[in-house]
């Protein structure tokens, strides 16, 4: 599908600008209720989901340019978080605020209109297959003196996606090394691809190059049809919604995707992961925007819609409601509270309303102070809990709440949930 399919979804938003909030219903406080951090930010209506609906139309009708003097700033300074999405759907059945900006992207990207801080990006991109400006041969340093099989010789029934910030962070290399050491011990038969293993392209396909993503899905598709693997999980969350949503979605490759607190959650319950430690800890969880509302599996369809009356749209058959209800929520959060003396506090906003962390779609290297704004928003938000620490299962999240809390002078802790499980074992 293109932008121009989209032309009568654009027309039906009523720019109600119930997509800059959380549902009304979940709203517990006026500090906590705003849903879009790019609106929030920016105070200009074009920077919100009906905002762009308007210049989608605009570029449609041909009345702008995709060179328009800040057009591309409008487009790209968003997290494609979501939560637009999931507000909309609360009172509209119709729409897809969410699939309409990806489109307007991969217009803009296809135009040659892009942020020129994606030029070192992409150029590493293409040259390491990696846009941590890191060097490929160095993708599997932190699986070091650990006895993995190496999926490009050998073959295993799991194959554990790193992904691209795990495996270059150095300060995050126990996420996937805890990942490792937990599943051998529980008897999984598990392997890694190792300097072989590709950019999931997900990030890349919210950026808006979607050409770039598909060479990648393939590569990795086929790479784990060789290892034998019917199994895949990954530790990171942005992978999770590549794997998930967008491979089965593009491609129509449907694979046996699991995250990594998915896969825990159930060792739990064979008794195959065991807690022998009480951590005496208060903690908030924070609902990763790939993992959880837009971590829904991909549901093809295939109908039509008509008009009842000339008025009602309707689907037939039912068209899937894709409104963030059915992401990863429990899993976690299940994890957490298997650990004896946990103590989880929710923030006001969380599962599919949950406030984004600022580092989706490229906004962290595009537009950082953006980002780090919107990650300070979310730390607030932690505070007002009365937790001690904040804790996700996503590394882009966590690298970008750290980074903000030494920006800001703050020590609020910061977990993957894999963390606690190593320390209560």
């Given at each position: 599908m293109g932008l121009e399919d989209f032309k009568a979804m654009v027309h039906r938003c009523s720019r109600c600008s119930y997509c800059k909030w959380i549902p009304f219903a979940h709203v517990k406080s006026w500090r906590f209720a705003k849903g879009c951090p790019s609106i929030e930010y920016h105070s200009f209506q074009s920077y919100s989901a009906s905002g762009r609906l308007c210049i989608s139309l605009a570029l449609l009708e041909e009345r702008i340019s995709c060179f328009d003097e800040g057009l591309p700033d409008i487009v790209f300074k968003c997290m494609l978080d979501g939560c637009c999405d999931v507000a909309c759907k609360v009172c509209r059945y119709d729409l897809?605020?969410?699939?309409?900006?990806?489109?307007?992207?991969?217009?803009?990207?296809?135009?040659?209109?892009?942020?020129?801080?994606?030029?070192?990006?992409?150029?590493?991109?293409?040259?390491?297959?990696?846009?941590?400006?890191?060097?490929?041969?160095?993708?599997?340093?932190?699986?070091?003196?650990?006895?993995?099989?190496?999926l490009t010789t050998e073959k295993a029934d799991v194959v554990l996606h790193v992904g691209c910030r795990l495996?270059?962070?150095?300060?995050?290399?126990?996420?996937?090394?805890?990942?490792?050491?937990?599943?051998?011990?529980?008897?999984?038969?598990?392997?890694?691809?190792?300097?072989?293993?590709?950019?999931?392209?997900?990030?890349?396909?919210?950026?808006?190059?979607?050409?770039?993503?598909?060479?990648?899905?393939?590569?990795?598709?086929?790479?784990?049809?060789?290892?034998?693997?019917?199994?895949?999980?990954?530790?990171?969350?942005?992978?999770?919604?590549?794997?998930?949503?967008?491979?089965?979605?593009?491609?129509?490759?449907?694979?046996?995707?699991?995250?990594?607190?998915?896969?825990?959650?159930?060792?739990?319950?064979?008794?195959?992961?065991?807690?022998?430690?009480?951590?005496?800890?208060?903690i908030t969880y924070h609902d990763p925007c790939h993992l959880g509302r837009r971590g829904e599996p991909y549901i093809p369809w295939e109908g039509r819609q008509k008009k009842i009356r000339g008025q009602i749209l309707v689907y037939e058959p039912r068209k899937p409601r894709?409104?963030?209800?059915?992401?990863?929520?429990?899993?976690?959060?299940?994890?957490?509270?298997?650990?004896?003396?946990?103590?989880?506090?929710?923030?006001?906003?969380?599962?599919?309303?949950?406030?984004?962390?600022?580092?989706?779609?490229?906004?962290?290297?595009?537009?950082?102070?953006?980002?780090?704004?919107?990650?300070?928003?979310?730390?607030?938000?932690?505070?007002?809990?009365?937790?001690?620490?904040?804790?996700?299962?996503?590394?882009?999240?966590?690298?970008?709440f750290l980074d903000a809390l030494d920006q800001r002078g703050d020590s609020l802790k910061v977990f993957d949930v894999l963390d606690l499980v190593r320390e209560a074992r």
């Open positions: 897809e605020p969410l699939e309409v900006m990806r489109n307007l992207r991969f217009r803009l990207i296809d135009n040659g209109c892009f942020p020129i801080q994606d030029i070192p990006l992409i150029d590493n991109l293409r040259k390491e297959d990696n846009m941590m400006m890191a060097r490929k041969a160095d993708r599997a340093n932190w699986a070091a003196g650990l006895s993995l099989k190496d495996s270059f962070d150095e300060e995050l290399w126990r996420i996937p090394q805890t990942a490792v050491t937990l599943l051998l011990d529980a008897g999984v038969d598990v392997g890694i691809l190792g300097r072989d293993e590709n950019c999931c392209g997900g990030r890349l396909y919210d950026m808006g190059y979607r050409g770039e993503f598909l060479k990648y899905a393939e590569n990795n598709i086929d790479a784990w049809r060789n290892a034998g693997a019917t199994t895949v999980v990954t530790t990171c969350s942005d992978c999770y919604h590549a794997f998930k949503r967008l491979y089965p979605e593009e491609l129509h490759a449907p694979m046996n995707v699991l995250h990594i607190t998915e896969f825990l959650e159930q060792l739990i319950a064979k008794g195959k992961i065991a807690f022998k430690k009480s951590l005496p800890l208060k894709n409104n963030g209800a059915c992401g990863v929520y429990d899993a976690p959060r299940n994890v957490l509270r298997s650990i004896p003396g946990i103590q989880l506090f929710e923030m006001e906003r969380n599962r599919e309303f949950a406030w984004c962390c600022g580092a989706g779609a490229g906004v962290r290297e595009r537009y950082p102070e953006f980002s780090f704004w919107t990650a300070g928003e979310r730390i607030e938000e932690a505070y007002a809990t009365g937790a001690e620490a904040l804790v996700s299962a996503c590394p882009h999240c966590e690298r970008n």
